[in-house]
C-alpha cells in the first residue's frame, strides 16, 4: 500500500501485480539486513515496512512516464468526492489503530509506553497538519490532512517503546505533521511548475 501511493494512475494491474511480486522478495532481504544483520529495534516497522515500501515506490517511479503521470490527461492520478470519503474513514480507523499496530510486539510496560507514545505523536501531527494547511492556504485541504496525520504514527514506529517523556512523542509527531504537509504542499508546486517548464521548452 505504501509502495503504491507513488505509483497511483502511472502502473497497471499486470504491473503492480509483477511489482508487488518482486517487493515481497527485497522487503524479506530488507527485513533479514535490519533486524538479524544490523541488530535495529524496530519494533513498529519504520524502518522495514513504512521507509522501505516509500523507497520502493519512489524508485520504480523511475521506470514509468512521470511527466505524463503528472500532466494526468485523463484524470487518474487525482481523488473525487468518494474516494476521498472513503480515505477519510481509512485515515480514522489508522488513527485509532496504529497505536496497536506500534505495540503489536512489545510486552509489559513497553507496550503501554508504545501505546500512549504513539497516540500523543500522532494527535500532534494531526493539529500540525490542519494549522499548516490553514496557513498556507487559508482553508483545509483534505488530501494533505489525510497523509500528514499518519505521519506521526509512521516516524514513532522504531522508537514509540523507548521514549519516557510523553512531550517529546508530541513534539516529534508535531515535526513529522509540519515537514509532512509542507512536503507535500512544495512537491506539488515543484511538480506543476516543472511540467509547465518542459512544456514550454517542448521537452
Known amino acids: 500500500m505504501i509502495t503504491f501511493g507513488a505509483l497511483l494512475g502511472k502502473i497497471t494491474f499486470a504491473q503492480l501485480f509483477l511489482l508487488s511480486t518482486l517487493e515481497v522478495i527485497f522487503y524479506s532481504l530488507n527485513q533479514v539486513v535490519i533486524t538479524q544483520i544490523l541488530g535495529a529495534v524496530d519494533i513498529g516497522g519504520s524502518?522495514?515496512?513504512?521507509?522501505?515500501?516509500?523507497?520502493?515506490?519512489?524508485t520504480?517511479?523511475?521506470?514509468f512516464k512521470s511527466r505524463r503521470a503528472i500532466k494526468d490527461e485523463y484524470e487518474q492520478n487525482r481523488g473525487n468526492y468518494n474516494s476521498q470519503t472513503i480515505a477519510m474513514i481509512g485515515t480514522i480507523f489508522l488513527f485509532m489503530f496504529f497505536p496497536s499496530f506500534n505495540a503489536a510486539l512489545a510486552v509489559g510496560t513497553a507496550q503501554q509506553r508504545a501505546i500512549i507514545n504513539t497516540w500523543l505523536s500522532i494527535t500532534g501531527s494531526a493539529i500540525m497538519s490542519v494549522f499548516i494547511c490553514r496557513l498556507m492556504k487559508g482553508r483545509l485541504d483534505m488530501e494533505i490532512?489525510?497523509?500528514?496525520?499518519?505521519?506521526?504514527g509512521v516516524i514513532l514506529g522504531g522508537s514509540c517503546n523507548l521514549i519516557f517523556n510523553g512531550g517529546f512523542a508530541m513534539l516529534t509527531g508535531c515535526l513529522a505533521g509540519i515537514a509532512s504537509s509542507l512536503g507535500q504542499i512544495r512537491l506539488d508546486e515543484f511538480m506543476m511548475k516543472n511540467v509547465k517548464i518542459h512544456d514550454t521548452c517542448g521537452v
Do not use: D, V
Open 47 to 58: 524502518m522495514s515496512i513504512h521507509m522501505f515500501g516509500a523507497y520502493f515506490g519512489l
Open 60 to 63: 520504480s517511479t523511475f521506470f
Open 145 to 152: 490532512i489525510l497523509r500528514s496525520t499518519i505521519a506521526g
